[in-house]
Structures are given as structure tokens and as C-alpha cells.
């Protein structure tokens, strides 16, 4: 059991950042909620991530999650109410909406923004059991999934496409959403890739984040060491996430075909289609459509790392150290030690958005956010 124990990286409790002062509990940190209101990540006898037998491997937790992100359960039988919402360059992001009890709906339910990595969706298994999770809890979130531009059939009104380091669809979506509902708490979840522009994100705004928390899942902190990961030739990379990154971001531009592109891009659209990994399509798309020189720069500039030291917003980052998408030598682990808002739970099983533990598997992560962020809000 110690080779499946978590361990959470933070500064020390007279360091730790206060969340909250009132009269009934007095002054409450970072540190008290992790250590008092999230067993899973730090009782002794409960912070464990036991891998299902038969899925002991990263590789094998990657495949298997991968394989399975369409499947319905009774854990995953959502049904969303849809927003458009159209961003100032006349891009269009959508919101999927869900509440355990639509009738009972108020101005002061909190409000929990879910954001999937490169090519996902709402419709991700992982992100409808957070959904569910989060709504039948006892804080009875009303969640939101924000789907990137072109995902989850959104329609595609703009040629910018969305990437790793673009966090403005992000920041239009959460000044529309606290507009709407200005005595709401707000807490965010992201993903992989949308893990790294909340994280960028929150980092960008600092004090003046609307946030009460965020927590960031396999995010991939330095993006010229995920890149280099996610590119390598291998059986994961070449017979599962390329193919299937690849053909969601092609049947996107594919979508897009009817729009004018800005003649500054100087964009070419002949290696563009006839991409076949995600390095050539970033190269190409990517870095001209951001501006940038290089792929490097855009690595760099895209890179939420840099901006963890800015961070203000109690915030918990989950990754797995057997995660081969991305993988731990890009997580700025120093800087967990340093910045009282922040946390890092390092998990030693779960591959790449796996986490599966237990017979039949089930996602172990979907427990320590709802503590998290509910103990948050409390």
C-alpha cells in the first residue's frame, strides 16, 4: 500500500494561505482544508489510489479511460441544457449546463466550470461523472461545461482556433457566468490541456481572479515537455492519443473551411490538411495564428509553469507520476513549496486521466475534488 500512498506538496502550516475567517472556526488556510476536509489526499489511513488489478500500468490506465470516454452509467447519465456564447472576435464557445434539481435553481447555488483537454468535450465520461458528482453533492453545484471552439458540435463562427496557452474564451466565459450570477461561488476544474489554461488562467489574473478555488488534473505545466511526450513514436502515441486528438482537430478544420482566414496568418493550408501529428499542425497553425516566431516560444509562452508563482486562488493540482502525456518533470514542484496558495497532490498510479481503482474500475480523483472544492466554498 506505501507504493500507492498520495503526497501532497504545499507550504507548511504557519506559511499556508487563509481561506476563510469566521466566527465558528475562527482562521482556516490551504492547509487546514487539505489536512482537516480531504481525506483522500491526506489521511494516513485513506489517501491511496489503488489501481484496478488488471489496469497496474500508466500505459494501461491511459488505454483504458481513452477507450472508455463515451461510456454511459448510471455514475455518467447526464443530460445538459445548452448556451451559446459568442466570444469578441466572433468565435463561439458552448456551455453545457446541468443541476441535480433544475426546479430548485437559485441566484446563490455555487457554480462549479468544468474544462476538458485538447479535443474533448462535455461528453467525456470523466467530465459527466464530475458533473453528476458535483450536483448530487452536498454543496449541490450547478455545473457548467465550457466546450472549446468546434468541440461538442459547437459551431465553429470564427478561423482562430483555440490552443494550449489561449485563456481568453476562458476569461469571457467566467465574467459572463458571474454576471449572470453575481452571489454565486465560483470553483473551476480543468483537464489536461484545459487543466493548463485554467491554471494560466487564475496565474494571469492574480488578485483580481473571480475564482473561490480551482483545481487542475494532469496538467501539463511545461508545454514543451508534454509535447515532446505526447509526439514521441510509441504504441500509446501512434495507435491512441494521436489518432485520436488528431481527428477531432481535423474534423474541426475541416468545419471550418467555409470561413475567411486573416491573410496575416500566412497560413498554409496544404500542410495544414495534410497534418498527421499534433506538432505539425501546431507548427504550422498554432504559432502563426498566436504569433509567435517559433514552436519553442510558443511552447514557452503557452506554458502556465511560468505563471504559478503568480497564482492567488487557493488552487490543487492532481497528477499521476506514471502520466506519460504529461509527464512529471514538467510540474514545477519547487514552486508548490514556495506559493501559500497553492497545492500539488503527486499520485503514483493513474496514467493520464485514469485513475481507476477498485472492481468494477472507478475514477478515484472524482472524490478529492468534490472535498476540495466543497470544503472551499463551506
Same mark, same amino acid.
Given at each position: ?25 475562527? @482562521? ?7 489536512? #482537516? ?6 489521511? =494516513? ?18 488505454? !483504458? ?14 443530460? !445538459? +441544457? ?13 456551455? +453545457? ?8 435553481? &437559485? ?20 467530465? %459527466? ?12 453545484? %450547478? ?11 459547437? =459551431?465553429?463562427?470564427? $478561423?482562430? =482556433?483555440? +490552443? ?6 476562458? %476569461?469571457?466565459? @467566467? ?32 488578485? *483580481?481572479? =473571480?475564482?473561490?478555488?480551482? @483545481? ?7 508545454? #514543451?515537455? $508534454? ?12 495507435? @491512441? ?26 497560413? +498554409? ?36 509553469? &511560468? ?54 474500475? *472507478? ?16
Amino acid at each position: 500500500m506505501e507504493g500507492c500512498r498520495i503526497k501532497v506538496l504545499s507550504t507548511e502550516a504557519k506559511a499556508s494561505a487563509i481561506v476563510r475567517q469566521t466566527k465558528s472556526e475562527g @482562521v482556516v488556510t490551504l492547509y487546514d482544508i487539505l489536512h #482537516k476536509e480531504c481525506p483522500s489526499l491526506t489521511d =494516513p489511513q485513506t489517501a491511496l489510489m489503488v489501481p484496478t488489478p488488471y489496469l497496474a500500468t500508466g500505459l494501461l490506465q491511459t488505454i !483504458y479511460a481513452t477507450l472508455r470516454v463515451r461510456r454511459r452509467d448510471s455514475l455518467s447519465d447526464v443530460e !445538459y +441544457d445548452r448556451e451559446l456564447l459568442v466570444m469578441a472576435d466572433g468565435g463561439t464557445v458552448s456551455l +453545457d449546463w446541468f443541476s441535480a434539481d433544475k426546479d430548485d435553481q &437559485n441566484q446563490i447555488q455555487p457554480i462549479a466550470l468544468i474544462m476538458s483537454g485538447v479535443g474533448g468535450s462535455s461528453q467525456e465520461h470523466h467530465i %459527466r461523472v464530475l458533473a453528476k458528482s458535483l450536483a448530487c453533492s452536498a454543496a449541490g453545484f %450547478r455545473v457548467a461545461v465550457v466546450n472549446h471552439r468546434g468541440t461538442a458540435r459547437t =459551431p465553429i463562427t470564427s $478561423s482562430r =482556433p483555440y +490552443d494550449s496557452g489561449f485563456t481568453e474564451d476562458f %476569461r469571457t466565459t @467566467v465574467k459572463h457566468v458571474k454576471a449572470l450570477y453575481s452571489s454565486s461561488k465560483l470553483v473551476a476544474i480543468g483537464f489536461s490541456m484545459g487543466a493548463n489554461i485554467l491554471t494560466k488562467y487564475i496565474g494571469e489574473e492574480g488578485t *483580481r481572479c =473571480p475564482l473561490a478555488c480551482a @483545481v487542475a488534473v494532469c496538467c501539463p505545466f511545461d508545454i #514543451k515537455v $508534454s509535447s515532446a511526450a505526447i509526439n514521441e513514436s510509441n504504441l500509446l502515441n501512434d495507435h @491512441v492519443i494521436q489518432p485520436a486528438v488528431m481527428s477531432t482537430l481535423m474534423r474541426a478544420i475541416r468545419r471550418a473551411s467555409h470561413l475567411q482566414v486573416d491573410p496575416a496568418w500566412n497560413l +498554409d493550408i496544404e500542410r495544414i490538411q495534410q497534418a498527421q501529428r499534433l506538432s505539425e499542425l501546431e507548427s504550422e497553425l498554432m504559432v502563426k495564428i498566436s504569433g509567435h516566431r517559433s514552436l519553442d516560444e510558443y511552447y514557452e509562452q503557452s506554458s502556465s509553469a &511560468n505563471l504559478v508563482d503568480n497564482i492567488q486562488t487557493p488552487f490543487l493540482a492532481i497528477n499521476a507520476l506514471d502520466d506519460r502525456i504529461t509527464p512529471p518533470q514538467g510540474i514545477p514542484t519547487d514552486k508548490f513549496m514556495a506559493n501559500p496558495n497553492i497545492s500539488l497532490a503527486l499520485v503514483p498510479h493513474g496514467g493520464h486521466l485514469g485513475f481507476l481503482t477498485g472492481i468494477p474500475p *472507478r475514477i478515484w480523483f472524482i472524490k478529492p475534488i468534490e472535498e476540495f472544492v466543497s470544503a472551499i466554498i463551506r
